[in-house]
């Protein structure tokens, strides 16, 4: 479980650096994360670094996995699920990290065999990322 957590936290902390170093806000305006970070930090915590994560990986990581999953190879499944958990954050910026974040999430999927893993790990990369934005604030 400390690896997910660790994973996590690494990510979010990569592409952070990565997206800051190429300016990509200045390529993709964002301004779904300009409204994510201007609530208030309870709520940041509560919805986006809990509730969200717990509720994506259900429905992408177990639900929509185990269905694609019945009608093409795994490896395949997991990528148009991630692809899908890309499209789905809705933005540009957003989209450029979710896809691999999706890889790695169902990497641990898979070979844990549970949910726990890719669950803990998207809590800690939108916790590292509100912590973050809470203190460069």
Known sequence: MLRAVCIGAAMS??????????????????????????QPLTIQIVLYGLVSPLLEEMLFRWFLFNLTRKVMPDRFAAFAVSALFALWHGNVIQMLYAFPAGLILQALRTQSGRMEEPVLCHMSANLTAIAVSAFVS
């Open 13 to 38: 902390l990569i592409w952070g650096a990565l997206s800051g170093a190429l300016h990509l806000e200045r390529l993709f305006p964002d301004t779904v994360s300009g409204k994510l970070f201007a």
